[in-house]
């Protein structure tokens, strides 16, 4: 069956460490990644997009990579601050030729703490 | 442009009534969306539009609920019927349709919808 895996448990962190999201995906082939943001009670926040072909991509704080072979994506906040605390969501773009239809993980909620 | 909007905010129905819901893209995206997302889920694909064709529907959009785009601009999600089951938020989101950019998806706030 075709699943998408986020760490259902909150991570907790310091501020000022980097926090680490984990999104594991089995029976795709995605075209491309995506992890977004989202606060409770409000629409998802794009964050960051990777091809299939693409290993890394950042953006400031923010880093993704995306390993095909391991089917798995991990994102990375450096430098974490309060403001980062939400749950953020990863998502598969499963179309042809992409931009077609998203799939997303349950999410994962993040608690930066000062 | 202000980002995509959604309107209402919330909507509180009775079993048995019908709802609609309108969205309003970023204008220079071609293709939008409609997810719905329960408490503590991640959103689902109910269905998109190119311009002012529906390309896919889910099969989550059963014959009571039915999407439009008529003129490849605003877009409406009209459930009839509503069942319990069919709370949940409603997301509306738009993008550009080509592959050479590194923008994804544009969501809007959302309409919540309670079935009472």
């Known amino acids: 069956s075709q699943k998408i895996e986020q760490n259902s448990e909150a991570l907790n962190i310091q501020e000022g460490k980097t926090a680490t999201l984990t999104c594991n995906y089995t029976n795709y082939s995605p075209a491309y990644l995506q992890w977004y943001r989202q606060d409770p009670g409000r629409g998802p926040v794009f964050l960051l997009l990777i091809r299939e072909n693409e290993k890394e991509k950042r953006k400031e704080r923010l880093k993704v990579t995306f390993d095909t072979t391991l089917k798995q994506s991990l994102f990375h906040i450096t430098a974490s601050q309060p403001a980062d605390s939400a749950t953020y969501l990863c998502a598969l773009d499963i179309g042809n030729t992409g931009f077609q239809k998203l799939v997303f993980g349950t999410g994962t909620r993040l608690l930066v703490s000062p | ?116």
């Open chain 2, 1 to 116: 442009d202000t980002g995509v909007s959604q309107d209402p905010r919330h909507k509180i129905t009775k079993r048995g009534q019908n709802v609609t819901f309108r969205c309003d893209p970023i204008s220079e995206h071609n293709r939008l969306y409609w997810y719905r997302q329960t408490l503590g889920q991640g959103p689902e694909f109910l269905t998109y539009f190119q311009n002012e064709a529906q390309l896919e529907k889910s099969r989550l959009l059963s014959d009571r609920f039915s999407a439009e785009r008529p003129k490849g601009s605003f877009s409406t999600l009209e459930i009839q019927r509503t069942e319990q089951g069919d709370s949940a938020m409603y997301l509306c989101a738009s993008s550009y349709s080509d592959r050479g950019h590194d923008y994804g998806y544009t969501f809007g706030s959302g309409t919540r919808l309670t079935v009472v």
